[in-house]
């Protein structure tokens, strides 16, 4: 695509509901449509700045151009038909990475009884590995996915209810989780376990720690709307 004005477009469309695939193909075709109305003005004699005027102008406007593509349900995305499934989305991936990673971990334990024997290894290496364990999947993997949904967010049709409810149910439930992986140590046999463990004693603090986690994953998704938005006020403060 040669035009900036339909990458622009296809981007409004996607967040105006459109889906991509279809959004990608409208702008494409306009900007077909644009290449063809700007070389047959040149060849009638116009100058290049007053063909692809009147290549635009032909065109139509972008309102115009939106609210034809946007009105048509059969162009629809999955999140303006069920809006609501972006809230169980970033949970959805969670689980199952997290299924991932602890079909990884038996595997991982399985090899190590195999290779070991009955032979141990240091208590020191095997709370390094059960700590580094437990951050990939309690810290690290519930901010990533939180994160990469919440850029995703700014170029889809997703209220900030919807990513902001998301985000929260990931985050609340890498907190009630209980991850263990332990190597074979000295009086302990290898194991894996997950879990999810309800305390009230300790709900506060994980409401917390939710909380927080939450607001860091949310980072991008306000840069991006920021962003947006300063665009937008220079646009009209240009025009």
């Known amino acids: 695509m040669s035009e900036p004005r339909f990458e622009q477009l296809e981007r ?11 959004a990608r193909r409208a702008a ?15 060849q009638r004699g116009a100058t290049p700045e007053a063909a692809a005027q009147s290549a635009h102008v032909a065109i139509g406007a972008d309102v115009t151009l939106i609210a034809r593509y946007a009105s048509q349900s059969e162009l629809r995305g999955w999140l303006y ?18 299924a991932l990673i602890m079909i990884m971990q038996l595997f991982t334990v399985a090899g190590l009884l195999r290779v070991l024997h009955h032979s141990t290894v240091p208590s020191l290496v095997a709370s390094v590995v059960n700590g580094v364990v ?14 990469a949904f919440a850029w995703l967010a700014g170029s889809r049709p997703v209220t900030r209810y919807q990513l902001i409810g998301g985000v929260l149910l990931v985050c609340l ?10 190597l074979p140590i000295p009086g302990h046999h ?9 305390s009230l004693s300790a709900l506060p603090g994980q409401l ?13 998704y306000f840069l991006l709307t920021y962003r947006a938005n300063t665009r937008t006020d220079q646009s009209v403060a240009e025009c």
């Open 12 to 22: 409004t469309l996607i967040r105006h509901g459109v889906a991509a695939r279809h």
């Open 208 to 220: 917390t720690c939710a909380l927080i986690s939450a607001a860091l994953a949310l980072v991008p």
């Open 190 to 198: 290898a194991s894996a376990s997950m879990g999810i463990k309800l």
């Open 28 to 42: 494409l075709e306009m900007d077909a449509h644009y290449q063809h109305l700007r070389r047959e003005a040149l």
């Open 81 to 98: 038909r069920w809006p609501g499934s972006y809230v169980f989305a970033p949970l959805a991936c969670f689980a199952m990475l997290c």
């Open 134 to 147: 437990v951050m990939i999947l309690l810290w690290v993997l519930p901010l990533v996915i939180s994160a």
């Open 173 to 182: 439930t890498a907190r009630l989780m209980n991850v263990a992986l332990m």
